[in-house]
Protein backbone atom coordinates (compact mmCIF):
# COMPACT_ATOMS: atom_id res chain seq x y z
CA UNK A 1 0.00 0.00 0.00
CA UNK A 2 2.98 2.55 0.60
CA UNK A 3 4.05 1.91 -2.63
CA UNK A 4 1.56 2.19 -4.44
CA UNK A 5 0.65 5.76 -2.76
CA UNK A 6 4.51 6.26 -3.69
CA UNK A 7 3.67 5.73 -7.09
CA UNK A 8 0.81 7.84 -6.85
CA UNK A 9 1.85 10.74 -5.19
CA UNK A 10 4.71 10.82 -7.83
CA UNK A 11 2.62 10.61 -11.07
CA UNK A 12 -0.27 13.14 -9.50
CA UNK A 13 2.90 15.13 -8.14
CA UNK A 14 5.03 15.66 -11.74
CA UNK A 15 1.59 16.13 -13.58
CA UNK A 16 -0.97 18.44 -11.63
CA UNK A 17 0.74 21.90 -11.98
CA UNK A 18 1.35 25.19 -14.12
CA UNK A 19 -0.95 23.06 -16.46
CA UNK A 20 -4.05 23.42 -15.52
CA UNK A 21 -3.12 27.41 -14.75
CA UNK A 22 -2.01 28.17 -18.42
CA UNK A 23 -2.98 25.57 -20.52
CA UNK A 24 -6.84 26.60 -20.07
CA UNK A 25 -6.24 30.05 -21.79
CA UNK A 26 -4.81 28.48 -24.73
CA UNK A 27 -7.07 25.40 -24.95
CA UNK A 28 -10.33 27.99 -25.29
CA UNK A 29 -8.65 30.11 -27.68
CA UNK A 30 -7.68 27.72 -29.90
CA UNK A 31 -10.72 25.80 -29.74
CA UNK A 32 -12.79 28.73 -30.28
CA UNK A 33 -15.84 27.69 -27.80
CA UNK A 34 -16.14 26.33 -24.17
CA UNK A 35 -18.32 23.19 -25.34
CA UNK A 36 -15.58 22.20 -27.77
CA UNK A 37 -12.93 23.28 -25.02
CA UNK A 38 -14.04 20.63 -22.65
CA UNK A 39 -14.87 18.19 -25.45
CA UNK A 40 -10.68 18.79 -25.81
CA UNK A 41 -9.69 18.38 -22.14
CA UNK A 42 -11.69 15.49 -21.85
CA UNK A 43 -10.23 13.47 -24.89
CA UNK A 44 -6.72 14.33 -24.00
CA UNK A 45 -7.44 12.75 -20.67
CA UNK A 46 -8.98 9.70 -22.04
CA UNK A 47 -5.19 9.78 -24.61
CA UNK A 48 -2.99 10.22 -21.76
CA UNK A 49 -4.90 7.19 -20.18
CA UNK A 50 -4.49 4.99 -22.95
CA UNK A 51 -0.76 6.34 -23.16
CA UNK A 52 -0.04 6.07 -19.64
CA UNK A 53 -1.02 2.33 -20.10
CA UNK A 54 1.52 1.86 -23.10
CA UNK A 55 4.22 2.64 -20.75
CA UNK A 56 2.96 1.00 -18.12
CA UNK A 57 2.75 -2.01 -20.75
CA UNK A 58 6.69 -0.63 -20.93
CA UNK A 59 7.43 -0.71 -17.24
CA UNK A 60 6.18 -3.97 -16.71
CA UNK A 61 8.42 -5.21 -19.54
CA UNK A 62 11.54 -3.78 -18.71
CA UNK A 63 10.85 -2.67 -14.74
CA UNK A 64 14.03 -0.86 -14.25
CA UNK A 65 14.55 2.74 -13.65
CA UNK A 66 15.67 5.54 -16.00
CA UNK A 67 12.17 6.07 -17.65
CA UNK A 68 12.63 6.92 -21.32
CA UNK A 69 16.10 6.29 -21.71
CA UNK A 70 16.14 2.75 -20.23
CA UNK A 71 13.43 2.20 -22.75
CA UNK A 72 14.72 3.35 -25.97
CA UNK A 73 18.46 2.03 -25.02
CA UNK A 74 16.77 -1.34 -25.03
CA UNK A 75 14.38 -1.45 -27.94
CA UNK A 76 17.38 0.81 -30.32
CA UNK A 77 20.20 1.19 -28.94
CA UNK A 78 22.57 3.51 -27.30
CA UNK A 79 23.09 6.44 -29.57
CA UNK A 80 19.75 7.19 -29.95
CA UNK A 81 18.82 6.83 -26.34
CA UNK A 82 21.51 9.47 -25.81
CA UNK A 83 20.25 11.51 -27.80
CA UNK A 84 16.41 11.56 -26.35
CA UNK A 85 18.35 12.35 -23.12
CA UNK A 86 20.52 14.81 -24.30
CA UNK A 87 17.37 16.70 -26.25
CA UNK A 88 15.74 16.39 -22.64
CA UNK A 89 18.82 18.25 -21.02
CA UNK A 90 17.42 20.86 -23.09
CA UNK A 91 13.71 21.19 -23.54
CA UNK A 92 12.89 20.72 -19.63
CA UNK A 93 14.75 23.56 -18.53
CA UNK A 94 12.72 24.94 -20.76
CA UNK A 95 9.32 24.23 -19.21
CA UNK A 96 10.57 24.54 -15.90
CA UNK A 97 11.09 28.29 -16.59
CA UNK A 98 7.38 28.33 -18.42
CA UNK A 99 6.62 27.03 -15.20
CA UNK A 100 8.73 29.67 -12.92
CA UNK A 101 6.95 32.84 -15.12
CA UNK A 102 3.55 31.35 -14.56
CA UNK A 103 3.66 31.46 -11.00
CA UNK A 104 5.40 34.94 -10.81
CA UNK A 105 2.31 36.20 -13.14
CA UNK A 106 0.34 34.65 -10.32
CA UNK A 107 2.31 35.95 -7.72
CA UNK A 108 2.16 39.32 -9.31
CA UNK A 109 -1.26 39.42 -9.65
CA UNK A 110 -2.65 40.80 -6.28
CA UNK A 111 -0.04 43.21 -5.95
CA UNK A 112 -0.36 44.73 -9.94
CA UNK A 113 -4.01 43.48 -10.30
CA UNK A 114 -5.12 43.45 -14.45
CA UNK A 115 -2.22 46.29 -14.88
CA UNK A 116 0.68 43.20 -15.36
CA UNK A 117 3.96 43.37 -13.30
CA UNK A 118 7.32 44.76 -15.24
CA UNK A 119 8.93 41.65 -17.31
CA UNK A 120 12.22 42.40 -14.86
CA UNK A 121 10.11 41.88 -11.70
CA UNK A 122 8.21 38.82 -13.55
CA UNK A 123 11.60 37.51 -14.31
CA UNK A 124 13.45 38.32 -11.05
CA UNK A 125 10.36 36.14 -9.51
CA UNK A 126 10.99 33.50 -11.73
CA UNK A 127 14.64 33.29 -11.38
CA UNK A 128 15.00 33.08 -7.53
CA UNK A 129 12.31 29.97 -7.76
CA UNK A 130 13.95 28.31 -9.95
CA UNK A 131 17.40 29.27 -7.71
CA UNK A 132 15.46 27.90 -4.22
CA UNK A 133 14.26 24.86 -6.23
CA UNK A 134 18.11 23.83 -7.41
CA UNK A 135 19.21 24.56 -4.01
CA UNK A 136 16.55 22.31 -2.60
CA UNK A 137 17.24 19.73 -4.59
CA UNK A 138 20.92 19.39 -4.10
CA UNK A 139 20.72 20.10 -0.51
CA UNK A 140 18.51 16.96 0.91
CA UNK A 141 16.62 14.22 -1.13
CA UNK A 142 14.36 13.22 2.32
CA UNK A 143 13.71 17.66 1.95
CA UNK A 144 12.81 16.82 -2.00
CA UNK A 145 10.60 14.21 -0.99
CA UNK A 146 8.67 16.05 1.33
CA UNK A 147 8.37 19.21 -0.60
CA UNK A 148 7.00 17.07 -3.11
CA UNK A 149 4.32 15.61 -1.33
CA UNK A 150 3.37 18.84 0.48
CA UNK A 151 3.10 20.52 -2.83
CA UNK A 152 1.10 18.14 -4.11
CA UNK A 153 -1.40 18.18 -1.56
CA UNK A 154 -1.46 22.33 -1.89
CA UNK A 155 -2.11 21.83 -5.35
CA UNK A 156 -4.87 19.27 -5.19
CA UNK A 157 -6.55 21.11 -2.27
CA UNK A 158 -5.76 24.56 -4.48
CA UNK A 159 -8.15 22.76 -7.28
CA UNK A 160 -10.66 21.35 -4.52
CA UNK A 161 -11.50 25.02 -3.89
CA UNK A 162 -11.96 26.33 -7.38
CA UNK A 163 -14.08 23.09 -8.62
CA UNK A 164 -15.95 23.40 -5.11
CA UNK A 165 -16.72 27.40 -5.78
CA UNK A 166 -17.41 26.85 -9.27
CA UNK A 167 -19.84 24.02 -8.65
CA UNK A 168 -21.91 26.00 -5.79
CA UNK A 169 -22.26 28.73 -8.47
CA UNK A 170 -23.21 26.47 -10.96
CA UNK A 171 -25.95 24.35 -8.61
CA UNK A 172 -27.44 28.01 -7.38
CA UNK A 173 -28.63 28.45 -11.32
CA UNK A 174 -25.34 30.23 -12.44
CA UNK A 175 -25.33 28.35 -16.26
CA UNK A 176 -25.72 31.68 -18.54
CA UNK A 177 -22.01 31.03 -19.76
CA UNK A 178 -22.98 27.32 -21.34
CA UNK A 179 -25.56 28.48 -23.03
CA UNK A 180 -24.90 27.90 -26.78
CA UNK A 181 -21.40 26.26 -25.33
CA UNK A 182 -20.92 25.19 -28.94
CA UNK A 183 -20.98 28.49 -30.57
CA UNK A 184 -17.65 29.98 -32.56
CA UNK A 185 -16.08 26.56 -32.61
CA UNK A 186 -13.13 25.98 -34.80
CA UNK A 187 -12.97 23.45 -37.31
CA UNK A 188 -9.68 24.52 -38.37
CA UNK A 189 -7.62 21.89 -38.42
CA UNK A 190 -4.12 23.61 -37.02
CA UNK A 191 -6.30 25.52 -34.36
CA UNK A 192 -7.86 22.14 -33.08
CA UNK A 193 -4.01 20.48 -32.58
CA UNK A 194 -2.89 23.63 -30.95
CA UNK A 195 -5.85 23.05 -28.51
CA UNK A 196 -4.80 19.51 -28.29
CA UNK A 197 -1.67 20.80 -27.30
CA UNK A 198 -2.34 23.02 -25.05
CA UNK A 199 -4.38 20.48 -23.07
CA UNK A 200 -1.69 17.49 -23.14
CA UNK A 201 0.79 19.56 -21.92
CA UNK A 202 -1.02 20.12 -18.97
CA UNK A 203 -1.44 15.93 -18.76
CA UNK A 204 2.49 15.30 -19.02
CA UNK A 205 3.87 13.61 -16.43
CA UNK A 206 2.58 10.24 -16.77
CA UNK A 207 5.52 8.72 -18.38
CA UNK A 208 7.74 9.75 -15.15
CA UNK A 209 6.86 6.33 -13.11
CA UNK A 210 8.71 4.38 -14.74
CA UNK A 211 11.95 6.59 -13.46
CA UNK A 212 11.47 4.66 -10.23
CA UNK A 213 9.96 1.50 -11.69
CA UNK A 214 12.50 -0.86 -9.73
CA UNK A 215 11.16 0.71 -6.39
CA UNK A 216 7.59 -0.56 -6.81
CA UNK A 217 7.06 -3.69 -5.20
CA UNK A 218 4.93 -5.94 -8.02
CA UNK A 219 5.20 -3.53 -10.51
CA UNK A 220 3.47 -6.06 -12.87
CA UNK A 221 0.20 -5.05 -10.95
CA UNK A 222 1.29 -1.72 -9.55
CA UNK A 223 2.49 0.23 -12.46
CA UNK A 224 -0.82 -0.44 -14.39
CA UNK A 225 -2.71 0.33 -11.45
CA UNK A 226 -1.26 3.61 -10.26
CA UNK A 227 -1.03 4.87 -14.06
CA UNK A 228 -5.25 4.43 -14.20
CA UNK A 229 -5.97 5.65 -10.63
CA UNK A 230 -3.60 8.35 -11.42
CA UNK A 231 -5.23 9.88 -14.54
CA UNK A 232 -8.46 8.77 -14.19
CA UNK A 233 -7.93 10.96 -10.54
CA UNK A 234 -6.22 14.21 -12.64
CA UNK A 235 -8.65 13.19 -15.99
CA UNK A 236 -11.85 14.49 -13.48
CA UNK A 237 -10.15 16.77 -11.22
CA UNK A 238 -9.58 18.86 -14.57
CA UNK A 239 -12.59 18.37 -16.26
CA UNK A 240 -13.88 19.84 -13.12
CA UNK A 241 -11.75 22.65 -12.77
CA UNK A 242 -12.68 23.64 -16.08
CA UNK A 243 -16.46 23.70 -16.03
CA UNK A 244 -15.59 25.89 -12.16
CA UNK A 245 -13.91 28.30 -14.75
CA UNK A 246 -16.31 28.40 -17.21
CA UNK A 247 -19.40 29.37 -14.43
CA UNK A 248 -17.51 32.23 -12.98
CA UNK A 249 -15.89 33.50 -16.11
CA UNK A 250 -17.29 34.83 -18.81
CA UNK A 251 -15.73 33.30 -22.78
CA UNK A 252 -14.42 37.29 -22.93
CA UNK A 253 -13.25 37.40 -19.37
CA UNK A 254 -11.61 34.26 -19.55
CA UNK A 255 -9.33 34.94 -23.20
CA UNK A 256 -8.38 38.84 -21.87
CA UNK A 257 -6.62 37.87 -18.33
CA UNK A 258 -3.03 36.40 -18.05
CA UNK A 259 -3.42 34.67 -14.36
CA UNK A 260 -6.97 33.07 -15.05
CA UNK A 261 -7.39 31.14 -11.61
CA UNK A 262 -6.69 34.06 -9.70
CA UNK A 263 -9.55 35.95 -11.36
CA UNK A 264 -11.32 33.29 -10.46
CA UNK A 265 -10.72 33.61 -7.00
CA UNK A 266 -11.22 37.64 -7.02
CA UNK A 267 -15.13 36.91 -7.67
CA UNK A 268 -15.16 33.87 -5.40
CA UNK A 269 -12.93 34.51 -2.25
CA UNK A 270 -11.93 38.21 -2.50
CA UNK A 271 -8.86 38.78 -0.44
CA UNK A 272 -8.31 35.28 -0.41
CA UNK A 273 -7.79 34.71 -3.98
CA UNK A 274 -3.96 34.93 -2.59
CA UNK A 275 -3.99 31.69 -1.86
CA UNK A 276 -4.18 30.55 -5.50
CA UNK A 277 -0.06 31.21 -6.25
CA UNK A 278 0.51 27.91 -3.97
CA UNK A 279 -1.35 25.79 -7.20
CA UNK A 280 1.76 27.13 -9.40
CA UNK A 281 4.64 26.07 -7.69
CA UNK A 282 6.95 24.10 -9.78
CA UNK A 283 7.32 20.43 -9.54
CA UNK A 284 10.24 19.36 -7.09
CA UNK A 285 12.21 16.81 -8.64
CA UNK A 286 13.06 14.16 -6.66
CA UNK A 287 16.31 12.56 -7.45
CA UNK A 288 16.55 9.18 -8.73
CA UNK A 289 20.31 8.72 -8.38
CA UNK A 290 20.62 7.30 -5.58
CA UNK A 291 17.82 5.08 -5.22
CA UNK A 292 19.47 3.15 -8.15
CA UNK A 293 23.50 2.14 -7.14
CA UNK A 294 25.27 -1.09 -8.05
CA UNK A 295 28.52 -2.17 -10.03
CA UNK A 296 29.92 -5.39 -10.34
CA UNK A 297 34.15 -5.34 -11.56
CA UNK A 298 36.24 -7.76 -11.99
CA UNK A 299 40.60 -8.61 -13.09
CA UNK A 300 41.41 -8.92 -16.15
CA UNK A 301 44.63 -9.58 -16.08
CA UNK A 302 46.43 -11.56 -13.46
CA UNK A 303 47.94 -8.69 -10.60
CA UNK A 304 51.40 -9.39 -9.06
CA UNK A 305 53.86 -7.62 -6.94
CA UNK A 306 51.07 -5.53 -4.88
CA UNK A 307 52.19 -3.32 -2.25
CA UNK A 308 51.31 -3.61 0.97
CA UNK A 309 47.73 -1.90 2.54
CA UNK A 310 47.63 -1.48 -1.58
CA UNK A 311 43.86 -0.97 -3.15
CA UNK A 312 43.20 -3.88 -5.56
CA UNK A 313 42.02 -2.35 -8.85
CA UNK A 314 39.29 -4.32 -10.31
CA UNK A 315 39.57 -2.53 -13.89
CA UNK A 316 36.62 -4.60 -15.85
CA UNK A 317 33.61 -2.80 -15.06
CA UNK A 318 30.43 -4.86 -16.01
CA UNK A 319 28.07 -2.79 -14.64
CA UNK A 320 28.28 0.08 -13.20
CA UNK A 321 25.07 2.25 -12.00
CA UNK A 322 25.31 5.29 -10.75
CA UNK A 323 28.79 5.26 -11.63
CA UNK A 324 30.09 5.42 -8.25
CA UNK A 325 32.63 2.81 -8.99
CA UNK A 326 36.20 3.90 -10.23
CA UNK A 327 38.08 1.56 -12.34
CA UNK A 328 41.32 3.45 -12.56
CA UNK A 329 41.74 3.42 -8.60
CA UNK A 330 39.37 0.49 -6.96
CA UNK A 331 37.52 2.46 -4.82
CA UNK A 332 33.93 2.74 -4.26
CA UNK A 333 32.76 6.10 -3.37
CA UNK A 334 28.53 6.58 -1.98
CA UNK A 335 26.58 9.17 -3.69
CA UNK A 336 24.22 9.25 -1.08
CA UNK A 337 23.82 7.54 2.49
CA UNK A 338 22.44 4.25 3.23
CA UNK A 339 22.94 0.66 3.69
CA UNK A 340 24.89 -1.25 0.94
CA UNK A 341 25.86 -4.75 0.56
CA UNK A 342 29.48 -5.57 -1.12
CA UNK A 343 30.84 -8.77 -2.16
CA UNK A 344 34.48 -9.68 -3.29
CA UNK A 345 36.01 -12.93 -4.40
CA UNK A 346 39.88 -13.26 -4.88
CA UNK A 347 41.57 -16.13 -6.37
CA UNK A 348 45.36 -15.75 -4.88
CA UNK A 349 48.18 -15.88 -7.20
CA UNK A 350 51.27 -16.98 -5.07
CA UNK A 351 52.09 -17.58 -1.32
CA UNK A 352 49.15 -17.34 1.35
CA UNK A 353 48.37 -13.82 1.94
CA UNK A 354 45.49 -11.65 3.03
CA UNK A 355 42.78 -9.60 2.02
CA UNK A 356 41.00 -6.64 3.79
CA UNK A 357 37.48 -4.61 3.01
CA UNK A 358 37.99 -1.20 3.86
CA UNK A 359 35.84 1.67 4.59
CA UNK A 360 37.12 4.86 4.70
CA UNK A 361 40.58 3.88 5.86
CA UNK A 362 39.44 1.21 8.29
CA UNK A 363 39.77 -2.36 8.07
CA UNK A 364 36.15 -3.83 8.48
CA UNK A 365 36.19 -7.91 7.34
CA UNK A 366 39.41 -9.99 6.26
CA UNK A 367 40.16 -12.89 3.81
CA UNK A 368 42.54 -15.45 4.48
CA UNK A 369 43.83 -17.11 1.01
CA UNK A 370 46.19 -19.88 0.97
CA UNK A 371 48.26 -20.87 -1.64
CA UNK A 372 46.52 -21.78 -4.75
CA UNK A 373 43.19 -20.84 -3.51
CA UNK A 374 40.47 -18.47 -3.28
CA UNK A 375 38.25 -16.79 -0.85
CA UNK A 376 34.93 -14.76 -0.59
CA UNK A 377 33.07 -12.44 1.74
CA UNK A 378 30.59 -10.02 1.68
CA UNK A 379 29.81 -7.26 4.18
CA UNK A 380 26.68 -4.65 5.11
CA UNK A 381 27.43 -1.64 6.13
CA UNK A 382 25.89 2.07 6.31
CA UNK A 383 27.64 4.82 4.61
CA UNK A 384 27.25 8.45 4.36
CA UNK A 385 27.86 10.35 1.28
CA UNK A 386 31.33 10.42 0.12
CA UNK A 387 32.27 7.29 2.42
CA UNK A 388 34.96 4.89 0.40
CA UNK A 389 35.19 1.34 0.28
CA UNK A 390 37.84 -0.77 -1.32
CA UNK A 391 39.71 -4.38 -1.27
CA UNK A 392 43.37 -3.65 0.03
CA UNK A 393 46.22 -6.12 -0.39
CA UNK A 394 47.97 -6.90 2.93
CA UNK A 395 51.43 -8.24 2.13
CA UNK A 396 54.15 -7.40 -0.10
CA UNK A 397 54.81 -9.36 -3.56
CA UNK A 398 51.52 -10.77 -3.33
CA UNK A 399 49.54 -11.48 -6.54
CA UNK A 400 45.81 -11.96 -7.48
CA UNK A 401 44.41 -14.19 -10.37
CA UNK A 402 42.88 -12.21 -13.44
CA UNK A 403 40.78 -13.43 -16.53
CA UNK A 404 38.05 -12.29 -14.46
CA UNK A 405 38.30 -14.88 -11.42
CA UNK A 406 38.80 -12.07 -8.83
CA UNK A 407 35.54 -10.10 -8.60
CA UNK A 408 34.57 -7.07 -6.58
CA UNK A 409 30.35 -6.42 -6.50
CA UNK A 410 28.59 -3.76 -4.42
CA UNK A 411 23.98 -2.07 -4.42
CA UNK A 412 22.19 -0.16 -2.28
CA UNK A 413 20.14 -1.61 -0.19
CA UNK A 414 18.02 0.99 1.16
CA UNK A 415 19.01 4.77 0.83
CA UNK A 416 18.90 6.79 3.76
CA UNK A 417 16.67 9.74 3.03
CA UNK A 418 18.00 11.90 6.77
CA UNK A 419 21.40 11.87 4.38
CA UNK A 420 22.46 15.29 3.56
CA UNK A 421 25.79 15.25 2.79
CA UNK A 422 26.61 16.53 -0.76
CA UNK A 423 29.44 14.99 -3.18
CA UNK A 424 31.38 18.27 -4.46
Not at 52 to 76: C, F, H, N, Q, R
Not at 164 to 183: M, R
Not at 205 to 226: D, M, S, V, W
Not at 271 to 291: D, E, L
Request: proline share 2%.
Amino acid sequence: MERIALALSFVMGAIIGSGIFISTKGALQNSGSIGLCLFIWALCGILSIILGLVYAELGVMLPKSGGDYTIIKTGIGRVPAFLVSWTESIVSPGGSTVQALVFADYVCAPIFGKCGAPNSIRKSIAAAELLILAITNTISVRLVSSMQGLFTVLKVMVLVIIIVGGFVSLFEGKTENFNDAFQGSTNDVTSISLAIYSCMWAYGGYTNLNEIAEELIQPKKNIPRAIVLSMTFITMIYMCTNVSYFTILSKSEFLSVSAVAYSWGEKILGTAAIIIPIGHQNRIRRSIVGTNVAFFASITNSIHHLGKDQDIVFDHVVTNIGNAYNQHHGTFVAPVGGTYVFSVTLQQDGETTWGHFVVNGAVVAKLYLKTGQGASQTIVVNLSTGDDVSVQNTEINRGFYGDLYSTFSGFLLNEDLSDTQIIG
